[in-house]
């Protein structure tokens, strides 16, 4: 029988990430179509981002993406700690979204801080590292051919 939250129907030993995959989309009585994308930098049970460099990859995407988007409503980390959701209002190609995400990435690498990471706009400034997040986004560009293979 399948599960409320589409993740737990999703079978993490068959995915390769890393990946982008329409992880849901919804019609919205409006008439908005709100699409959440699945990023993926690691590998399920294989591997995971480390918390301060999940945070910071957290504040710096955020913050960036919205540069190139007015159409972003969010992008959450996963509790797996082995990517993120990224939430778009608006119906958009995949491969815009990729570039979307390769573009964000390429920002967070070339970042010179981590916007935001104060005592006064983070709950917890401690727990960053500039240098964590942009080696996990070089690492997730390398791959970027990769990216709408979801399965193994």
Same mark, same amino acid.
């Given at each position: ?8 129907? !999703?079978?993490?030993?068959? *995915? ?6 329409? #992880? ?6 409006? %008439? $908005? @179509? ?14 995971? !981002?480390?918390?301060?460099? *999940? ?6 995407? #955020? ?6 988007? %007015? $159409? @972003? ?14 939430? !778009? ?64």
């Amino acid at each position: 029988m399948p599960m409320n939250v589409e993740s737990f129907n !999703l079978d993490h030993r068959t *995915v390769a990430a890393p990946y982008v995959r329409v #992880a849901d989309t919804k019609h919205l009585p409006g %008439g $908005d @179509v709100l699409t959440k994308y699945d990023v993926r930098f690691c590998q399920p049970n294989a591997e995971h !981002l480390e918390m301060p460099v *999940v945070h910071s990859l957290e504040h710096t995407f #955020a913050e960036h993406v919205r540069n190139h988007s %007015g $159409d @972003v409503v969010d992008f959450s980390p996963m509790g797996c700690q082995t990517g993120f959701y990224l939430l !778009l209002v608006g119906d958009h190609p995949y491969d815009d979204v990729l570039d979307l995400v390769e573009t964000t990435l390429r920002d967070v690498v070339a970042a010179t801080e981590v916007p935001a990471a104060n005592e006064t706009q983070c709950g917890w400034a401690a727990s960053h590292t500039l240098a964590g997040a942009q080696e996990a986004a070089r690492r997730m560009l390398a791959r970027r051919d990769e990216w709408a293979q979801v399965e193994a």
